[in-house]
């Protein structure tokens, strides 16, 4: 059983010290959490689990905390990917509910697995998900200051459970400013995929890694027989053929982890038990 997480990139007003030691020590408690889970439940309800705590961290961009769009509303995506059954089931741009993941985990029962915009709000309505607003100050005070003058931070998880059943997920806020209607890569199969060889989560521009195809790339070179590291490194060479901003995290399903960003750097804390690994 393994767990890794990651909480985007640090965006260039976040630099400080302070707020890496903050995203440090989250991702390490959550990292940890989420492991706990793990012990007692399978890798894709995990993986949905350590996502909602993502979210629900106003450290992330995913959740409370997401980025505005350039029309000042949050949209939100967030997606989730079985290994085994290879079913994916995701909404994309979201508004006002509190946790995007558990709306995607919803309709892993539905024929109809992805929904988009006001057909995922209602969705998400209908089956007992309350209002709520996922805007903070902080994100006011950033738009405020990209209106007069003019970040980064997706969530993801992947895990291993103790049946080696692999699962990933993935919630984002956005790019942030963006045209409204804009797709995220998080609710895709580029930002967000897995089958029962390897799973794996992305964050960074999301039209760089629709572009790259990332996470699908990387699974499918796994499943025909690279490693993860002969995998990351072709899908990230190709990556910078068009100058691509990306991190991904991943699993496979001998228990190996792997991560990588093509920019320092990916925030990201992983957990097998013993110990841990996070970002410096
Ligand atoms: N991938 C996300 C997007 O483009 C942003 C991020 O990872 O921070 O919507």
Redesign the pocket.
């Known amino acids: 059983m393994k767990i890794i997480i990651h909480g985007?990139?640090f965006s260039e007003s976040d630099q400080s010290n302070e707020v890496k030691a903050a995203k440090q020590n989250s991702l390490k408690s959550i990292a940890e959490k989420a492991y706990q889970y793990l012990l007692t439940n399978s890798a894709v309800d995990t993986v949905a689990y350590a996502v909602s705590l993502l979210e629900d961290d106003e450290l992330f961009?995913a959740g409370i905390g997401s980025q505005i769009q350039s029309d000042g509303i949050i949209r939100m995506?967030a997606a989730l990917m079985d290994g085994e059954t290879q079913k994916m089931s995701g909404v994309i741009n979201i508004q006002d509910v509190k946790n995007p993941i558990f709306v995607a985990k919803e309709l892993m029962k539905e024929d109809d697995r992805v929904l988009g915009g006001s057909g995922a709000k209602n969705y998400a309505n209908e089956h007992g998900f309350e209002d709520f607003s996922t805007e903070i100050p902080q994100r006011i005070r950033e738009y405020e200051a990209k209106l007069a003058n003019g970040g980064?931070?997706?969530v993801g998880c992947v895990a291993i459970d103790k049946n080696g059943k692999l699962a990933v997920a993935t919630s984002?806020g956005?790019?942030g400013f963006e045209i409204p209607g804009r797709i995220?890569?998080?609710a895709t199969v580029a930002?967000n995929y897995a089958n029962e060889f390897c799973a794996v989560s992305?964050?960074?521009?999301?039209?760089d890694?629709v572009s790259n195809a990332t996470s699908a790339k990387i699974v499918t070179r796994v499943t025909d027989g690279m490693t993860l590291q002969e995998a990351f490194n072709k899908t990230f060479t190709e990556l910078k053929t068009i100058d691509g901003f990306a991190g991904a995290i991943a699993i496979d399903r001998d228990g190996n982890i792997f991560h990588q960003d093509s920019y320092p750097k990916m925030v990201f804390a992983s957990f097998d038990g013993e110990s841990f690994e996070v970002f410096e």
């Not at 992305?202 to 039209?207: N, R, W």
């Open positions: 985007g990139f961009n995506s980064k931070g997706t984002t956005g790019k995220s890569d998080s930002g992305c964050t960074g521009v999301g039209e890694i």
